[in-house]
């Protein structure tokens, strides 16, 4: 059974960092393509960033480029995000998402994943 576990999340300042980490058991993590989705309260949940497969492309929304960062190591099985300049809009529930995937193109729509985590609060005070 494909596990996802995300942490990293917690309560920081605007203008601040943090780095989620998403580590993935169960399955064959080099060949998933990974994505990060985010749900603020009363919203929809949307697509942050996503990686392909093998790391050679990868997706983030406008209201995050420039600021946040996603990367992978097959040999830890885990996904990373790190969000710089964080803003009190950046504050969700961030989910990590796992897709079986051959090819090396990023997925940023929700429907195209299998598996999920359980989601970390990420919380940004003005």
């Known amino acids: 059974q494909v596990q996802l576990v995300e942490s990293g999340g917690g309560l920081v300042q605007a203008g601040g960092s943090l780095r989620l980490s998403c580590i993935v058991s169960?399955?064959?993590?080099?060949?998933?393509?990974m994505g990060w989705f985010r749900q603020a309260p009363g919203k929809e949940r949307e697509c942050v960033t996503a990686i392909s497969t093998y790391g050679g492309m990868t997706y983030y929304a406008d209201s995050v480029k420039g600021r946040f960062t996603i990367s992978r190591d097959n040999t830890k099985n885990t996904v990373y995000l790190q969000m710089n300049s964080l803003k009190p809009e950046d504050t969700a529930v961030y989910y990590c998402?796992?897709?079986?995937?051959?090819?090396?193109?990023?997925?940023?729509?929700?429907?195209?994943?299998?598996?999920w985590g359980q989601g970390t609060q990420v919380t940004v005070s003005s």
């Open positions: 169960g399955g064959t993590f080099r060949g998933y393509a």
């Open positions: 998402a796992a897709t079986p995937r051959y090819s090396d193109n990023y997925y940023p729509q929700e429907r195209d994943y299998r598996y």
